[in-house]
């Protein structure tokens, strides 16, 4: 192995390692309904939305309407902040 590959292959097997140590979903922090209220209400406002419309999406509803993400998005701050906890996946709000 040449001197100046050596620095590439010891960059890549140190972020493969790091990537199976930490798990693919460390990675994207967008998990649907199986997102914690703790990384939730710790989100953007734009990511929140994301996380929403996978989790209505995840339900079976494609392409939900803008009202609807509004709604589920405001449900899941309110059940967050009062009787869920930070391990509790958002998929627990009730969305009728």
Do not use: H, W
């Amino acid at each position: 192995m040449s001197m100046r590959t050596r620095p590439a292959v010891l960059a890549a097997t140190a972020a493969l390692t790091l990537a199976s140590l930490t798990g693919c979903n460390a990675m994207d922090p967008n998990q649907g309904g199986d997102t914690t209220c703790g990384d939730y209400m710790e989100m953007a406002p734009e990511d929140q939305r994301e996380v929403i419309t996978t989790f209505l999406e995840e339900k079976g509803q494609e392409d939900p309407a803008g009202m609807e993400v509004t709604l589920t998005l405001e449900s899941a701050k309110l059940y967050c902040s009062t009787v869920g906890q930070t391990s509790d996946p958002i998929r627990n709000v009730d969305t009728g």
